[in-house]
């Protein structure tokens, strides 16, 4: 989602690093372009103008333009500031109030409200062990109810049976009453939407959330809406005193200017954010590794939450229990290939990693993700198990039958076991040397003697 902004933002710091020294000129025209970024990636106007200006109030100070690195804290200072404008520090959903805790989903129809009210019941059920009760007060769209309780299967969690004719109003009394009865944790009430902020959608929030008195009221936003999302940000906080947003989309192109002109607009943190269609593609809110993620430093941290999410352990330990022994065959690469997979694109994947805005456009722009790791797979599937446990017996037949067999080419079948054999011839040198960690402590060894017998770090 701020991939044009991050490229615009590394452009300019990159200009900065390079200078030795930098003058009081040479900030403006920085903060100028910045500026200009901000505005063109549909950041609301007044928070423009407040970030440039505490930005420049502490990167033209007398300590910053003689420091031996003005440019590296020209970037903190921003860094420091974006961080601010997002919010600070991350806020989680308040579960600290007695049981049944409800919590309030409102937005505008399409902002993908319902879908979210199903992935918050997901985490809640997973994460915090809490029983959790979804509960449709949408009678504007007939299948709005079917859908919620479609998420509720799938999230393994229980939906309200819907009885008809009932009124929005009577929906959340009957959720909560039945909450209290059965000793939920939490009840998620899903309100009805509209395509417009009007008053008979503000009025039917407004008696709901007096009913049952929630302790979140979250909104949820999509943030492919840009600067429209802020305005519905703003109506829906006056009208009921939002505790939280729930921004959707942020694995989409959105420019990025809603999610730094929200907390500034509207006071209220944003709590979670949906990067995709999966029922478990929801996370917290974090402000300083998004602040990372724009200025090119990565989330280190996400990478490898991401990936204790997602990789199964007890087949990673087998993995590498076999690599250690070097015994690492085609079934095992592509287990590997499956894993990485499950974490989602390598362009995705490489947003998290420092420095990798400009491989991770190239990896897009060659549109690897839907094509290369799809072909390995394909290729190896096409396989007799003899050939992937001994690739060696490869010849010019069983390529020809596997490339038709996988829809490609002889010329990818030997692409793929030319990068399985490096990558065997590695594995092999690196047991030579006594594993990963031994190869890494010689390294660090040779790099402390090389510079004048400092010790490794």
């Known amino acids: 989602m701020f991939d ?36 063109d990636a549909d950041v609301a106007l007044p928070v423009v103008k407040d970030f440039v200006a505490k930005v420049r109030e502490q990167a033209v100070g007398a300590e910053v333009l003689r420091s031996v690195t003005p440019g590296q804290m020209v970037v903190k200072i921003v860094n420091d500031a974006l961080i601010e404008a ?62 919620l309780e479609q998420l509720a299967q799938r999230a ?18 009957r959720a909560m009453d039945t909450a209290r009865r059965e000793s939920y944790d939490v009840v998620i009430l899903d309100t009805a939407g509209r395509l417009s902020i009007d008053l008979a959608l503000m009025e039917e929030v407004k008696a709901i959330r007096a009913a049952v008195n929630p302790v979140e009221t979250l909104l949820v936003v999509d943030a492919m809406t840009g600067q ?6 703003t109506a829906f906080n006056e009208a009921v005193s939002i505790t939280g947003i729930v921004m959707t989309r942020l694995d ?20 979670l954010i ?29 990478l490898v939450e991401k990936a204790a999410e997602t990789i199964d352990k007890a087949e990673a330990e087998k993995l590498a229990k076999r690599m250690a022994k070097g015994k690492f065959d085609l079934d095992d690469y592509a287990s590997q290939l499956k894993q990485i997979s499950k974490m989602g694109s390598m362009s995705g994947i490489l947003g998290l990693l420092p420095g990798m805005g400009k491989m991770k456009q190239q990896i897009a722009d060659a549109n690897l993700d839907q094509t290369v790791f799809k072909r390995h797979l394909a290729i190896i599937g096409s396989m007799t198990a003899a050939e992937r446990r001994a690739p060696d017996i490869m010849k010019a037949s069983r390529k020809k039958r596997v490339a038709a067999g996988s829809g490609t080419s002889v010329q990818e079948v030997n692409k ?14 690196m047991n030579k ?14 790099m402390g003697g090389a510079k004048g017998g400092r010790k490794p770090f």
């Open 228 to 233: 429209d999302a802020v305005t519905t940000a």
């Open 433 to 446: 040397m006594g594993g990963p960690e031994a190869m890494m402590r010689q390294m660090q060894a040779a």
């Open 4 to 39: 044009n902004l991050s490229g615009k933002f590394g452009d300019i710091f990159d200009r900065l690093r390079r200078r030795g020294a930098l003058s009081e000129s040479d900030v403006t025209e920085a903060l100028r372009e910045i500026r200009l970024a901000l505005l």
């Open 274 to 302: 949906g990067q995709g269609e999966k029922l478990d593609a929801l996370d917290e809110f974090n402000p300083e590794r998004i602040a990372g993620r724009i200025l090119g430093m990565g989330d280190i941290v996400g």
């Open 252 to 271: 989409g192109d959105a420019r990025g200017g809603a999610a730094l002109s929200m907390r500034a607009v509207t006071g209220a943190p944003i709590k």
């Open 416 to 429: 793929l076991l030319k990068q399985f054999d490096d990558m065997s011839t590695m594995m092999k040198r």
């Open 156 to 173: 393994e969690v229980t939906s309200l049976p819907i009885i008809a004719g009932q009124t929005p109003l009577q929906i959340a009394n």
């Open 86 to 147: 997002l919010g600070g520090l991350p806020a989680p959903l308040n579960l600290l109030a007695p049981a049944p805790l409800p919590i309030l989903m409102v937005g505008l129809q399409g902002s993908g409200k319902t879908t979210t009210s199903g992935k918050i019941a997901l985490r809640l059920r997973t994460r915090e062990r809490k029983k959790v009760l979804l509960a449709s007060l949408d009678t504007q769209r007939p299948a709005a109810q079917l859908q």
